[in-house]
């Protein structure tokens, strides 16, 4: 006898359709969720977290090819995962609203997402 635990198929199917709604959230996000953050801390940020280093380390030059807007990332809300996943990878320590700083940051100088 099989004493494996199995999730419900309605459990699967709603931690699932949960999944795709979150998803489907983030990518909907526009710029207006940059709108009031302080930009210089986010330049701030930038500087203490090292990115242009990194970023340079990964890329060449002065690492700014990182930055492609139409590839990788389309909408604002992609933009500020993308600095999250940065933030979880070398585990910075950044707060979710120093997250959206840099990601304001971003989307003013290579971005310009609306």
Known sequence: ???RARRPPAASMGIALAAMCLVAVV???GAEIFQGVDLKQGEKLMAESKCAACHQKKVGGDGS????????I????????????CNTELNLG???EE???IAA???RDYYQFK
């Open 99 to 101: 997250v959206t700083a």
């Open 27 to 29: 990518r909907a996000q």
């Open 105 to 107: 940051v971003l989307n």
């Open 94 to 96: 950044l707060f979710p």
């Open 74 to 85: 389309g909408t604002a809300g992609q933009l500020r995962g993308m600095v999250e996943q």
């Open 65 to 72: 090819a990182i930055y492609k807007p139409m590839e990788r």
């Open 1 to 3: 006898m099989n004493m």
